[in-house]
T-cell receptor, first 110, second 114 residues
């Protein structure tokens, strides 16, 4: 059974700081997705990582994938309040249904 | 592109009643997915369609749950004889066919069982 674990599950940080969210998964997969969810809202696709060593950046967010370590990271640079949200990683395992982590609840304080 | 649309947004019902939710995917997307999300958890996969064919069902999809996509466009998810444990947010997503395509989610239907 595929398991996806995120760390930390809760993070409070100040604006301007850098931090990294980690996503580990238990079975080999070469497709990993990052989503953002605001309270009461649906999930917004952030990144699709499709191969070992893939790195994608959008604004202050950068995601990477190491398929050998079964690890993805989401790095936040110089955080701003608008990035406060819950971030999910999700993995495909052969089938097309995604297996999600529990999410990282991120609060960025001014 | 109006995005994935779900109806209703909220549903409150008594235990034992049947409920049906509707999902309209992004128009050119031929894949459609149903997920369930409870508070503080990530979404859990229930089932998916490619066009009108239901290709995969999770073991979470008990026999009280049925999903259809009769014409390969909108989909319905029905829950019969609802139970307290069915209270959750039911999310629909759609995507283009292809192993590298992200799934786009709707706003969900929040189900509350009294």
């Amino acid at each position: 059974e595929l398991k996806v674990e995120q760390n930390p599950l809760f993070l409070s940080m100040q604006e301007g700081k850098n931090y990294t969210i980690y996503c580990n998964y238990s079975t080999t997969s070469d497709r990993l997705y990052w989503y953002r969810q605001d309270p009461g809202k649906s999930l917004e696709s952030l990144f699709v990582l499709l191969s070992n060593g893939a790195v994608k950046q959008e604004g202050r967010l950068m995601a990477s994938l190491d398929t050998k370590a079964r690890l993805s990271t989401l790095h936040i640079t110089a955080a701003v309040h608008d990035l406060s949200a819950t971030y999910f990683c999700a993995v495909n395992l052969g089938s097309d249904g995604l297996t999600f982590g529990k999410g990282t609840h991120l609060i960025i304080q001014p | 592109d109006t995005g994935v649309s779900q109806d209703p947004r909220h549903k409150i019902t008594k235990r034992g009643q049947n409920v049906t939710f509707r999902c309209d995917p992004i128009s050119e997307h031929n894949r459609l997915y149903w997920y369930r999300q409870t508070l503080g958890q990530g979404p859990e996969f229930l089932t998916y369609f490619q066009n009108e064919a239901q290709l995969e069902k999770s073991r979470l999809l008990s026999d009280r749950f049925s999903a259809e996509r009769p014409k390969g466009s909108f989909s319905t998810l029905e829950i019969q004889r609802t139970e307290q444990g069915d209270s959750a947010m039911y999310l629909c997503a759609s995507s283009l066919e292809g192993w590298n395509q992200p799934q786009h989610f709707g706003d969900g239907t929040r189900l509350s069982i009294l």
